[in-house]
């Protein structure tokens, strides 16, 4: 799937170190506030100020800032130390003690736990040296110290630091199972599409080889019956042998590539584009604003549907206009499930008779082809593969129209429709990348609308 930004635990961290610094930010605001009148003197409310805006400037452009902070722990020490400066004047029980317990939290997130140790050191150390030049202040109260300030208080940066460490490895804990859990999709998705190239192989190379193969045979008989005839089979086995090595060379491009997907409505569009450059046949194309997340099978077979059923028109419609739309729809309203993709294909074509069979109790009707033609069976089945469905409504002279439905990978808004031209040109990188999955989506053999194959299709 696509597209999707993944959060990292370097982001993960990034996000948990800024909001500590904007907490800080904000208790020292909080102390700036409460701090006593007989304690506040021009220099210490400076100093608070110039705290507070530090730590807002941190906790805004962290990423910025975080390098320096990384190549200069002595920048950590100063702020220790100022952060001692404004607690022996503010007290050890206000709001910016607490602002100091989250500087430890702080380097738990950035530093190894060496550094962490050093700087809750410094911190214990500050704070001690704090309290002392604190309580040698006239004003201060003496009813509070006891065991709270002289143990538990300074205990508190250590603990502090030790749970940044923790949400850290837990972090990149995390971070290691996604990944390992985003190789297991990959492994997958490889043996998903070596399946669907081997399938992909054997309904193409494979009978293109065997038509030739029966060819040749007849060959011998043919050179003493009739020369005429011998003369036109090997022509036929020159061609399939040509057929032949421009689908290896079609399905050894699929195994060299390895880019990245390209939205699925440009998908079509870069599809639709070129079979109309190359047939002359009218395209439009009403296409979505927003991309449509579907998993990997159902991608490629959804485009593949596609591939199929405009090989259908150019070989047997004699269509002179196509409308293909695309775009997200509700949930089905006889079954379960979310949003569902929504492929429409109709042509102004001959059209053909459609035969359909109803099977079991809930009279569901299906498609199906005349005995040995499995053109429309194979778009069904790939329906099938994609965890969706297909129905096909056409009638001579009246054209064909196709509807694939297909369960998107999470539900989608419906978006504003517009109407594109098939006939744009793209960006390079749209172009190169679209071409591809072109070439992943076709089967060249594949014909008929009436579900017609041509000669030497099984």
């Not at 500590?20 to 100093?47: C, E, G, I, K």
């Not at 220790?80 to 430890?104: C, H, K, N, R």
């Not at 949930?331 to 035969?355: C, H, K, Q, Y």
Request: net charge positive.
């Amino acid at each position: 799937m696509s597209g999707a930004h993944v959060t990292t635990a370097a982001d993960r961290l990034a996000g948990v170190a800024r909001l500590l610094m904007q907490l800080r930010f904000l208790l020292t605001a909080v102390a700036l506030l409460l701090l006593p009148a007989d304690r506040s003197s021009l220099s210490a409310v400076l100093v608070l100020v110039l705290y507070a805006m530090l730590s807002g400037i941190l906790g805004r452009y962290w990423r910025r800032l975080t390098p320096y902070l990384l190549r200069a722990p002595w920048l950590v020490g100063a702020d220790i130390f100022i952060a001692a400066g404004i607690l022996a004047v503010d007290g050890p029980s206000g709001a910016f003690f607490v602002a100091t317990v989250l500087t430890s939290a702080i380097a738990g997130v950035l530093f190894a736990w060496r550094r962490v140790a050093a700087v809750a050191g410094l911190q214990m150390l500050g704070y001690t040296i704090a309290l002392v030049s604190h309580l040698t202040l006239p004003a201060a109260p003496v009813e509070g110290i006891g065991l709270q300030l002289f143990v538990i208080h300074p205990l508190l940066y250590p603990v502090a630091g030790f749970m940044g460490i923790r949400l850290r490895l837990i972090f990149m804990e995390l971070a290691a199972e996604q990944e390992l859990r985003r190789a297991a999709e990959r492994a997958a998705a490889a043996a998903e599409e070596r399946a669907r190239l081997a399938r992909d192989m054997h309904d193409s190379v494979a009978k293109t080889l065997r038509g030739a193969a029966m060819a040749a045979q007849a060959l011998p008989l043919w050179l003493r019956k009739d020369p005429e005839r011998a003369a036109a089979t090997a022509a036929q086995v020159a061609k399939a042998a040509e057929i032949a090595a421009r689908e290896a060379r079609e399905l050894i491009a699929d195994l060299r590539d390895d880019s990245a997907a390209i939205p699925l409505a440009e998908a079509v569009g870069t599809v639709l584009r070129e079979w109309s450059e190359e047939t002359g046949i009218r395209v439009t194309y009403d296409r979505p604003d927003c991309d449509l997340p579907l998993l990997v099978a159902a991608r490629l077979e959804t485009v593949a549907i596609l591939r199929e059923a405009l090989t259908n028109i150019r070989r047997h419609a004699a269509a002179h206009a196509v409308a293909v739309s695309l775009g997200p729809a509700g949930p089905a309203p006889d079954g379960p499930g979310g949003e569902r993709l929504l492929l429409r294909i109709a042509d102004d074509g001959t059209g053909f008779v459609l035969r359909t069979r109803t099977e079991g109790a809930d009279g569901v009707s299906e498609v199906i082809s005349p005995p040995g033609h499995y053109g429309l069976i194979g778009m069904a089945e790939r329906a099938r593969c994609a965890g969706g469905t297909l129905t096909v409504d056409s009638a001579p002279g009246a054209g064909t129209r196709i509807t694939l439905q297909v369960p998107l990978a999470q539900a989608s808004p419906s978006p504003e429709r517009t109407h594109s031209d098939p006939h744009a040109r793209p960006r390079p990188a749209d172009r190169a990348r679209g071409g591809r999955q072109h070439r992943r989506a076709r089967r060249p053999d594949l014909a008929a609308g009436d579900g017609r194959r041509h000669r030497g299709d099984r």
